[in-house]
């Protein structure tokens, strides 16, 4: 049994995404472990720190967490949308990327008025941002991303710059016409952030060469990842592994200056990250409390407390319709059991796994199974 909705009933109301880490599978890891409990079940970045928290173990904590940043971090920093391209697989997920932007940009591009959505994602990576740049340069598309940033050197970003709208204006100024927009509002973070004193810069083309292993610490590191990434292992086979505090503490002074949310206790170290990050969770409750508001999330578990009680109260808005992507019947009833007092959410499920793919053509798409666009939007 195939649930959707109709792009026809949604494309002229307060259109807002929540976009986690599924959109990007295949192309950066996830949170996921492979290793299982003594029951077991398997693992994530978040579960297994919480339990070597509660033993204690700084070793082991602070290598689940080099584990995290060489693995889920540093692939971000140092990514390639020509590598990416180049590559049959992960050029999939820039395809799907690219599929999302389109079907949006086409739905502002019918509407009369109000042309502008939100993208809340809670990814650290720039897919949406360079995929858009890889749109416009082609020239056949009006429209903008706005990332909240303004400058040039340095583009600096302020929660207010996402209230603006642009204008196509005539000669003579004799007519306007808006711009597409889609306001894109990292929740967790971007590791194209840097600090600047009390500002946030914004950087898509500088290079992050650093590196915040050890290069001493390498070989403790790889042994302790290939356990994590094994499938036939449990936790209790981890040995002890001796890291010096020194090792430690280098690792996470500098590991606590990245501007993202850290996956344990859902918090920034830096004030003017953790002040941004809230100033982000307040525009998500407005958007989400504003009349004839629609809100469609994919890939994302709701894990995080903040966004999970947030959507909660933001239900009390009667006009607010959620449709939450599930990605197989197993997700479903967990997210269900979440949001089981509320009439208007809703799971959605396809025949098979709804990953980003399944997503574009099956869910999120101009085109359903009639190969026809609604009459509704069409006719705009």
């Given amino acids: 049994m195939i649930d959707k909705f109709s792009i026809g ?7 807002n995404f929540l976009i986690g880490s599924g959109a990007s599978f ?5 949170l996921a472990l492979d290793i299982k409990d003594a029951d077991g079940s398997h693992q994530t970045i978040e579960t297994l720190a919480t339990k070597f928290d509660e033993l204690s173990d700084k070793s082991k904590y602070s290598l689940l967490f080099m584990h995290y940043y060489k693995s889920c971090i540093e ?19 820039i395809e799907n990327y690219e599929s999302f932007l389109s079907t949006l940009i086409t739905i502002l591009q019918r509407r009369k008025k109000d042309k502008k959505c939100n993208v809340f994602t809670t990814n650290y990576d720039g897919c949406f941002t360079h995929v858009a740049d890889d749109i416009l340069k082609r020239g056949n598309e009006d429209f903008i991303v706005n990332d909240g940033t303004r400058g040039f050197n340095k583009r600096y970003l302020q929660a207010r710059n996402f209230n603006s709208v642009s204008y196509q204006t005539g000669v003579f100024e004799r007519h306007n016409t808006e711009v597409p927009q889609i306001n894109l509002i990292h929740l ?6 840097y600090q600047d004193a009390d500002n946030i810069i914004v950087n898509y083309s500088k290079k992050n060469s650093d590196r915040l292993v050890n290069p001493e610490i390498l070989l403790k590191l790889e042994g302790f990842s290939n356990l994590l990434v094994d499938d036939s292992k449990v936790i209790s086979d981890i040995p002890s592994i001796d890291v010096s505090q020194d090792e430690c503490q280098q690792f996470w002074g500098a590991y ?4 993202i949310v850290n996956p344990t206790k859902w918090k920034f170290h ?27 999330v994919f890939g994302f578990s709701f894990a995080d407390e903040h966004i999970l009680n947030l959507v909660k109260r933001s239900l009390a808005n009667p006009s607010l319709q959620i449709f939450i992507c599930c990605f197989n019947s197993t997700e479903q009833t967990k997210i269900h059991e979440l949001f089981k007092l509320y009439k208007n959410v809703k799971c959605l499920t396809v025949d098979g796994f709804l990953d980003f793919s399944a997503f574009n053509k099956e869910i999120f798409t101009l085109t ?10 069409a006719e705009v």
């Fill in 9 to 15: 009933d949604i494309y002229d109301k307060n259109i």
């Fill in 26 to 30: 295949g192309l950066f890891p996830t």
């Fill in 75 to 93: 692939p971000v920093l140092t990514f390639d949308l020509d590598e990416a391209v180049a590559n049959p697989e992960t050029n999939k997920v």
């Fill in 188 to 193: 967790h973070g971007s590791a194209y952030w």
């Fill in 256 to 259: 606590n200056k990245l501007p």
């Fill in 270 to 296: 830096e004030t003017v990250f953790e002040e941004h990050y809230y100033q982000m969770l307040r525009l998500l409750s407005y958007e989400l409390e504003k009349p004839n508001s629609i809100f469609i």
């Fill in 368 to 377: 359903p199974d009639s190969g026809k666009e609604p009459e509704n939007l």
